[in-house]
C-alpha cells in the first residue's frame, strides 16, 4: 500500500496543504522531500517530517539544524531559498561620496569624472604654464636690458673728466698730457674704459717707465705712472735745455733749468745728435751709473762711439768708458780706484775702455 505524507504542523491533516504551503514530495527510493521554494515557514521552523516509505520501509529523520543563531540571515545553505529582502543593502552614493572626502572632510573629485571636461581642464593649465614660462622669459630679458643700460649706459657710472687724478709726474714728465689721454674717453661707462690701450699710450710718452690705471667708482680714474728720470740734458750753445732719455727720446725741453744730479751733453744740433751713434752710446753709459756718481758729472764728451768720457767734480777727475759694453765691471772698477787714494795718488785720468787692462793717468 503506498504511503502517505504527513505533516504534524498541518492542521488539515490529510490531502493538499493549505494554501501558502508546500507539501514535502516523494523521492524514487520513497523517502519524503523538503520542499524548496515557497511562501510558507522556513525550513529551519518548521518540525522534523517522516514520511512512510512505500513498502513498509523505514521513516527517514531530518537531520538539518534548526537554530537560526547559526546562520546568517542573507545567506542560506545550498539548496535553499534566498530572500533578496534579508540581503545587506549598499549605498552607492553615500560610499561615493565617502571615497571622495578628503583629509580635513571636505569634498574632493569624484571618482566619476566628465573626460570632456578634464580635457579643457587641461588644457587651461597647460596655457596657463606656457603664460607663465613666456612671462618670466620677458621678465628677465626685461631685468637683463635694464641691468645693461644701468651698468653701460647710464650716468650712473660715467667717468668725468675732474674726477681723474695723476699721481708721479714730474718736471720732465707732464700731468697734463696723462690727463689729455684718459680725458679722451670722459663720459663712457667706467665698466666700458679700454684701460690696456690708455696704459700703452701713457708708455710710449718719454720719461714714464710704468702706467697703472684704476677705476674709482662711481664717476672717477686713478693713474699711477713711474716718472722716468732723464739719462742727460743736451746743451746746444744758448741756454735751451733738452731732457732725453736713455733711449733717445725727448722728454720736455726748458730754459735756464736746474740740472743738478743730471749729467749734461754739449752739442752742436740736438736732432742731429740724436741720430748720431756716439751720443746714443753716451746716454746708455749714463743711464746705467748710479745716482751717487751721476751727481758728480760735470760734463759729457763723445766724440765717437768709442770714445765716451765724463769729468767728475769739476774736472778733478776724468773717466773714460769707451762704449757701453761691461758697464757693471767698468764702473766696479773706477768705484774701488777712486775710493783708494793710495791706488789713484796723483793721477786725473782712468781709462776703463779695456777692463782687463785699466790705465791710470
Do not use: C
Amino acid at each position: 500500500m503506498a504511503g502517505r505524507v504527513v505533516s504534524s504542523g498541518s492542521p488539515h491533516g490529510r490531502g493538499k496543504a493549505p494554501a501558502g504551503r508546500t507539501g514535502a514530495r516523494r523521492t524514487s527510493s520513497g523517502q519524503a522531500r523538503l520542499p524548496k521554494y515557497g511562501h510558507g515557514p522556513k525550513p529551519s521552523d518548521a518540525p522534523a517530517v517522516t514520511v512512510p516509505p512505500q513498502g513498509g520501509g523505514r521513516v527517514a529523520r531530518s537531520t538539518r539544524s534548526h537554530d537560526p543563531s547559526q546562520r546568517h540571515p542573507s545567506r542560506s545553505a545550498s539548496g535553499q531559498f534566498v530572500d533578496a529582502r534579508a540581503l545587506d543593502s549598499e549605498d552607492i552614493v553615500a560610499k561615493t561620496l565617502a571615497e571622495s572626502e578628503g583629509a580635513l572632510g571636505l569634498a574632493t573629485r569624484p571618482k566619476v569624472v566628465d573626460f570632456k571636461a578634464r580635457l579643457k581642464e587641461r588644457r587651461r593649465a597647460r596655457l596657463r604654464a606656457m603664460a607663465l614660462r613666456v612671462a618670466a622669459i620677458v621678465a628677465a630679458a626685461a631685468a637683463l636690458a635694464a641691468l645693461a643700460w644701468l651698468l653701460f649706459l647710464s650716468p650712473a657710472l660715467r667717468l668725468e673728466a675732474s674726477q681723474i687724478r695723476v699721481t708721479g709726474a714730474n718736471e720732465w714728465v707732464s700731468a697734463t698730457d696723462i690727463t689729455g689721454i684718459v680725458g679722451e674717453q670722459a663720459g663712457r661707462s667706467l665698466l666700458l674704459l679700454d684701460t690696456a690701450s690708455m696704459t700703452e699710450r701713457m708708455g710710449a710718452i718719454p720719461g714714464v717707465t710704468k702706467a697703472e690705471v684704476t677705476r674709482r667708482f662711481p664717476h672717477g680714474v686713478d693713474v699711477a705712472i713711474t716718472a722716468q728720470r732723464p739719462a742727460a740734458m743736451l746743451k746746444a750753445g744758448d741756454d735751451a735745455l733738452t731732457a732725453v732719455d736713455a733711449r733717445g727720446r725727448v722728454l720736455n725741453s726748458v730754459r735756464g733749468a736746474d740740472t743738478a744730479g743730471v749729467p749734461v751733453i754739449e752739442v752742436k744740433d740736438v736732432d742731429h745728435a740724436l741720430k748720431g751713434r756716439s751720443v746714443k752710446t753716451a746716454l746708455k753709459v749714463l743711464d746705467a751709473l748710479p745716482e751717487s756718481m751721476r751727481a758728480r758729472i760735470t760734463k759729457v764728451t763723445a766724440e765717437t762711439q768709442d770714445a765716451v768720457r765724463t769729468e767728475l767734480d769739476g774736472g778733478a777727475h776724468t773717466v773714460v768708458w769707451g762704449d757701453a759694453s761691461d758697464l757693471k765691471l767698468k764702473q766696479a772698477i773706477v768705484d774701488t780706484i777712486l775710493a783708494d787714494p793710495k791706488v789713484i795718488g796723483d793721477k786725473h785720468e782712468v781709462d776703463v775702455s779695456a777692463p782687463n787692462r785699466p790705465v791710470l793717468r
